[in-house]
DNA sequence: GTGAAAGCGCTAACAT
DNA sequence: ATGTTAGCGCTTTCAC
């Protein structure tokens, strides 16, 4: 045995530590040589990363967080991952944090506003850097609490919230493309629109009954209903199932106001009978997969989700490089299709 | 002033430094009250958890991972979030995971096979306590080298790997719920059926088509024909017209072979022209939304992503607790419906 | 039952 | 340009 190094463990990775004995160095160079450091030798420089590839060192990024005050991990506050319009979002703020070397913690708060409060809880106490947030409850007081305590900076994802001024938004223009469709029904001559619509407590359900009443009072003849509750299928069933009970009062034209209601409104036309556009015309809110391949293919209000994750991404990348804060909305558009056509001749 | 305590940064938060201070006992006492230890006075438990309320200290758990060497964090990559099946076995994984106190890092890898290898890197480095994964490609030899230095248990979720035998796993029986499809269709009459499948590199993909050449060889006057490709709509259309602009030849029944390609399957048809199921039987795996609103309503492949991503979680968390590797098999179903019929008569 | 002290793996003064 | 030292905030021996 002729060697004279101090057999560490083999099992155990190494640390810098280890590397700076097998370098014959200090702790401090290595770290130097590893971070980027300009005064370091071209001699040390060698001598380090030799020594790195040998022991196959990889920097203990739990242990850099923790000295540098940074964890360089972004929290991600949902209601319903499942869904495909969160995921989409999911993904493209995923990747353009990733590329800023920063990684995504998941949370779901299956839309309950107390568990989104502790949810940020956990995630200021895991020291994530910075939040993005869809809650489910805009007003929520624990939830908003919870922000406020928050020491870094967040990003509103399609949410707005005015006792939050620290934070930074992005939400698309979801009057746009829903006015445009509302336009639309009324062009061809419908005169009373229905909405089955989400939860007033978040910003996209508030918009979209918005624009049916700013557009009913600009137009006297144009009567519209709209029926909030839960992001579910079964409130689109059931909702759409008491207003086509309406007789004589009832709508020519539905409104799904959400992926996740269009179903329940689906069932009900079909459990009604009704043809559609023939009978009842239909516009959805956002795109997703097959509705282009649903018979008649569904009028759609439509909006780029991916670009709604990348842009909260970026906020939220230009607070933490120490830029101010900023809001962002974002276009929507309306795909016009056979889903929608005149209202059905009223017996007089 | 009568105030005897100094003065410390009030914009700065609590550490149990300050606890301790402030309840005039020492750090470990602190310690040992927040976690639990048995052996502390009702006095002690008292003054500590006081001085806590008193300074709205929040134990950091980043110090906690670094001193107890577990992180408490669990990485989830992932080909693509944004699908909705991807999406649903997140939901069941996260929540699994956050009752048991874990939260989950999400890296989504587009489906690149180095990516995967990557984030692996990523997530060890980041000393995630375990590993969710769906990887690329299951042979894929950078991936497994990675995994293979990765010291954390790992789950392979719908996927299974020959040379990892440390790495439990869950997956789907896909081909019970195939079988079941192909034999429906094979009794209405089809002698002719063609798959659209996916990427063979993983699982889900070479056991479905396993089952149609299996099939095939035990009752000689089907013809089956598979069509490998990415998991995408371009390859779902492109495939598809492929098979049915071979003239007589033709398949009288199409299978999508998971619900990317479902869309493009859709698309070809339409664009040839052909009625379902008339002139075309079709079949798809794994619901989605909307699938039961098509006009005919698709006879589907079924499983619950959900359970997947539960069973994933709870696969994980025995062997964070120091049980054995193991492997679980979950049902899938075949729901028939109106896309499928007897094959056209063909002219003779 | 409680306190003092060591140290998880790393970085950033501060020296030289 | 490199080495020495003091922590980041916490847990956990080890003494008493």
Chains 1, 2 share one sequence.
Request: positive net charge.
């Amino acid at each position: 045995m002729t060697t004279d190094e101090p057999r560490t463990d083999p099992t155990r990775r190494a640390g810098v530590r280890q590397v700076a004995e097998r370098a014959g160095v200090a702790l401090s160079s290595v770290s130097r040589v590893l971070s980027g450091h300009p005064d370091v030798s071209e001699l040390m420089r060698h001598r380090v990363l030799d020594a790195v590839a040998a022991l196959g060192y990889e920097p203990d990024h739990l242990a850099q967080s923790l000295r540098r005050g940074a964890s360089m991990t972004v929290g991600y506050v949902v209601g319903d991952i499942s869904n495909p319009l969160t995921a989409q979002i999911a993904l493209g703020a995923e990747t353009a944090l990733r590329r800023a070397g920063y990684s995504l913690l998941l949370v779901n708060s299956t839309s309950d506003p107390d568990l989104d409060a502790q949810h940020i809880r956990l995630l200021r106490q895991r020291r994530t850097d910075g939040l993005l947030l869809a809650m489910a409850d805009e007003r929520h007081a624990a939830t908003i609490a919870e922000l406020e305590r928050y020491p870094g900076p967040c990003v509103l994802v399609d949410r707005v919230c005015a006792k939050l001024p620290r934070a930074s938004g992005v939400h698309s223009d979801h009057r746009a493309g829903l006015s445009a469709a509302v336009e639309h029904l009324y062009r061809l001559g419908h005169r009373h629109i229905a909405l089955v619509n989400g939860d007033p407590r978040v910003l996209p359900a508030r918009e979209r009954a918005a624009v049916l009443r700013r557009f009913a009072r600009g137009v006297p003849d144009l009567e519209v209903t709209v029926r909030p509750g839960g992001f579910t299928a079964a409130h689109g069933r059931d909702a759409t199932a008491a207003l086509l009970a309406g007789g004589a009062g009832r709508p020519t034209a539905v409104i799904a106001g959400g992926n996740q209601i269009l179903p329940g409104v689906l069932a009900a036309v079909r459990a009604a009978g009704l043809t559609v556009p023939t009978d009842l015309s239909l516009v959805t809110c956002d795109q997703v997969a097959l509705v282009e391949f649903l018979r008649p293919p569904l009028a759609t209000v439509t909006r780029d989700l991916g670009d709604l994750g990348e842009v909260a991404a970026a906020l939220l990348l230009e607070r933490l490089s120490g830029r101010a804060r900023r809001r962002v909305t974002l276009p929507t558009g309306f795909r016009a299709d056979h889903s929608c056509a005149p209202p059905p001749k009223r017996p007089t």
